[in-house]
């Protein structure tokens, strides 16, 4: 799959956009971007979508469940005021692909939806709110795989916080935020939360080396 470009980094121990734990760890931690820093990183990555795709002709968003999923609603919104094109949107389920189904509990499994237009012959940009091991990226390019044979992949993410485990690299950064393992990264979403912000905290004692 092209479009997904390589950098060999540091190896990490945990995975993305970590869920607030320990009394709401994340919730309390600093504020890294606000509702309209949200909205101008997205809108930034639009305009360098349309001009990375000639006009995001041929283009499909496919968010990576959770957040993936309404941030690649809003680039579509964003690409359909700016040029007026429509971008089909869809999602891609990664859970029976993930490297660590044997080590965690059982995933509820989410929902793939592929446009009608299908992916065959398309630029797919994957769109995935936290970059962090690039393991949650390998799953998805695993279940693109099953679907289809895009012409292209690429990838979009709100924050790119590094720790690489595997050679992948975004095409699209909201926001590079470098951070410590053991610091979270937790972002919210207006669709799933009730809120837009990024925040980073320190992981509690407890949950360190977990």
């Known amino acids: 799959m092209a479009g997904i470009t390589s950098s060999a980094g540091p190896a ?18 600093k504020s ?5 820093e949200i909205r101008r990183a997205l809108t930034r990555i639009g305009h360098e979508i349309l001009e990375r795709t000639d006009g995001a002709g041929g ?11 309404p941030l690649a609603r809003r680039l ?25 189904l044997r080590l965690r509990p059982a995933r509820t499994l989410g929902h793939t939806e592929v446009p009608g237009s299908g992916i065959d012959g398309m630029v797919v940009v994957l769109v995935d709110d936290v970059l962090f091991s690039g393991r949650t990226v390998r799953a998805a390019l695993d279940a693109l795989g099953d679907i289809g044979r895009p ?34 990264v937790r972002v919210l979403l207006t669709e799933t939360d009730g809120e837009d912000s990024v925040t980073l905290a320190q992981l509690p004692a407890e949950e360190e080396g977990r």
């Open 12 to 29: 990490a121990t945990a995975g993305a956009a970590a869920p607030a734990t320990g009394a709401g760890a994340a919730r309390a931690g």
């Open 32 to 36: 890294v971007l606000g509702p309209d």
């Open 59 to 69: 283009v499909v968003l496919l968010g990576i469940p959770t957040r993936g999923v």
């Open 76 to 100: 579509a919104e964003r690409l359909a005021e700016t040029e007026g094109v429509r971008v089909p949107v869809g999602s891609l389920d990664i859970t029976l692909y993930r490297d660590d």
């Open 151 to 184: 012409r292209a992949v690429q990838l979009a993410v709100l924050v790119d916080r590094g720790h690489r485990e595997l050679p992948i690299r975004p095409d699209y950064v909201g926001k590079n935020l470098p951070t410590a393992k053991r610091e979270v």
